[in-house]
């Protein structure tokens, strides 16, 4: 008798949630799957391990780009639509969660901001740290609803919106880099969720149906 | 009349197509065409190429029972069209006239 490799089902679940079209998911994962026991049989699973997550990091974009084109103009617009929408939730929760934190440390320390009870140092670490808490806030949100919205391809609008709001930062003359890493990595996690969350609810209410 | 145009790695496919026959679908044609070209393509351009040529009528699909060595999953098999079969003819006949004349230090027999 001979064992089957399948690939681990964390890998199986994110190439799933990142596939951005319905009709070719199962069609994708079967091939990935059979390509992934060859090369586990042949090779080893380490190998195929490693081969499949970099198939799956090297069909994303092509996909995506097939998925838009299918679905024509309205899909198009379904897209940047939601780069948009994310971009919007994105700043929103920053602005007010920074402005929200000044009026709220000024009305804590009676009219004077930091100069009445906290050194600058001290107030400016935690401002930062208060933006990081913001920006993964903001990050999650704006992934999720750009996810929601972005029907083509929930991972395209997440990295559009991704390179979008960390180039709004750079040409705002702020941030870090570790900062972006973290906040792509937000928005990109954030749209396998919703990405996950929308096709199990499309499968819940086929079989309903 | 006007037979559609076909890009590199789109022939490549249909060639491919044409030469698996009823074992012709998206893993197979990724493994044919490692082994013929030495190129690793990514299974996400395979499917693109494959549904573009699809879109222009070069072939027809047809899905599979589930199959156990894939997950449980179909397999959808790909068929070279009428279409499909006049436009490999014609990109051979182009083929061969460009080499026509070309000399024997290129490589032309």
């Known amino acids: 008798m001979t064992s089957r490799h399948t690939p681990p089902a964390s890998a199986e679940f994110v190439a799933g949630a990142l596939m951005p079209d319905d009709t070719l998911r199962d069609d994708f994962l079967g091939d990935l799957a059979e390509a992934y026991d060859d090369i586990a049989s042949c090779e080893s699973v380490r190998s195929a391990n490693r081969w499949y997550l ?7 974009v092509p996909l995506s780009l097939l998925a838009i084109s299918r679905r024509g103009p309205l899909s198009a617009m379904q897209f940047v639509g939601s780069v948009v929408a994310g971009v919007g939730v994105v700043w929103t929760i920053m602005v007010a969660g ?43 949100a704006a992934g999720f609803v ?5 029907r083509p391809s929930a991972f395209a609008s997440a990295i559009v919106l991704g390179v979008a709001s960390v180039s709004l930062v750079v040409t705002a003359g702020s941030g870090s880099h570790t900062g972006f890493i973290v906040f792509m990595s937000v928005i990109v996690f954030s749209s396998i969720v919703a990405g996950a969350w929308r096709r199990m609810r499309t499968a819940a209410l086929v079989s309903c149906a | ?16 197509i044409a030469r698996l026959d009823a074992d012709a679908y998206g893993a197979n044609v990724r493994r044919s065409l490692l082994e013929r070209t030495g190129r690793d393509h990514a299974v996400g351009t395979i499917y693109t190429t494959l549904e573009r040529i ?56």
């Open chain 1, 54 to 60: 970099l198939q799956v990091g090297r069909s994303v």
């Open chain 1, 98 to 140: 920074i402005v929200g934190f000044v009026e709220l440390f000024v009305l804590i320390n009676g009219g004077d901001g930091y100069r009445g009870a906290m050194a600058v140092g001290e107030y400016l670490r935690l401002l930062a740290l208060w933006s990081v808490f913001t920006g993964i806030i903001a990050g999650f």
């Open chain 1, 146 to 150: 750009s996810a929601l919205i972005g």
């Open chain 2, 1 to 16: 009349m006007n037979l559609p145009s076909l890009g590199e790695l789109e022939l490549a496919v249909l060639l491919t």
């Open chain 2, 54 to 109: 699809l879109a222009k009528g070069l072939v027809v699909s047809t899905t599979s029972e589930p199959i156990a060595a894939r997950g449980g999953r179909s397999r959808r098999c790909f068929r070279l069209t009428n279409l499909g079969a006049q436009v490999l003819r014609n990109a051979r006949q182009v083929n061969v006239a460009l080499w026509k004349g070309v000399p024997a230090r290129v490589g032309a027999t």
